[in-house]
């Protein structure tokens, strides 16, 4: 099983989903989470469950996460995949109500519509959503402004942001889930600077 003691334990699992061993790597992750939280591994998602969804929804969904729906399926990513019936457009969830105090300026109005939700962050009922033209990621956060930001360019460096930090719970004997969160967190600020990793992670501090 994959054990975290030092900062070169951690596995960066792909550049891209598909690239050569990003199954192989993911994998390793995924399989060491499941065995660690006592889970059932999920099943692939067929093209044709897929195919459904997109048609509900009117869009395609970006190429990597399609990938990784029919290699892992909703697989245990340290965030929630969400599954295909609440899968959905943005603006349609109540999360996005402005009637719940959300004011959102011009800029994040224009965006609303084009955002589809695909997962739960943390748990707190925030969430990350792909723009149904671009295929960029947004993070909706219904508790502080700026309510809705792009987080990231590809679906692909989302999941391998979250595959690096679901490492945290695999810390071993010689180290503590402390150490292995400050050395994820240097390696994901790295890849999206401090602002965003404050942004995702709830740490103080955000302009």
Not at 40 to 59: F, Q, W
Not at 92 to 116: I, M, R, S, W
Not at 181 to 187: P, T
Request: aromatic share 12%; proline share 3%; glycine share 6%.
């Amino acid at each position: 099983m994959l054990e975290i003691n030092n900062k070169e334990d951690i596995i960066i699992p792909f550049d891209k989903i598909g690239d050569n061993d990003w199954k192989i790597k993911t994998s390793q992750i995924i399989e060491a989470l499941a065995t660690n939280w006592n889970d059932e591994l999920k099943d692939p998602i067929s093209t044709t469950e897929i195919s459904a969804l997109e048609t509900r929804l009117g869009t395609t969904l970006p190429e990597g996460l399609n990938i990784f729906y029919q290699t892992f399926g909703l697989a245990n990513i340290g965030e929630e995949l969400q599954d295909f019936n609440t899968i959905g457009w943005l603006k349609d969830t109540g999360a996005a109500d402005p009637e719940y105090g959300l004011d959102f300026t011009p800029e994040e109005n224009e965006l609303l519509p084009h955002l589809v939700t695909f997962s739960d962050c943390l748990g707190n009922g925030n969430m990350f959503c792909f723009h149904s033209e671009t295929k960029e990621i947004y993070f909706f956060d219904h508790d502080e402004t700026p309510n809705i930001i792009k987080m990231f360019s590809t679906v692909d460096e989302y999941i391998k942001g979250c595959l690096i930090f679901a490492q945290s719970d695999l810390f071993g004997e010689n180290t503590t889930q402390d150490d292995v969160d400050k050395w994820n967190e240097e390696i994901i600020e790295k890849l999206i600077g401090k602002n965003k990793l404050r942004k995702w992670r709830y740490f103080s501090g955000w302009k």
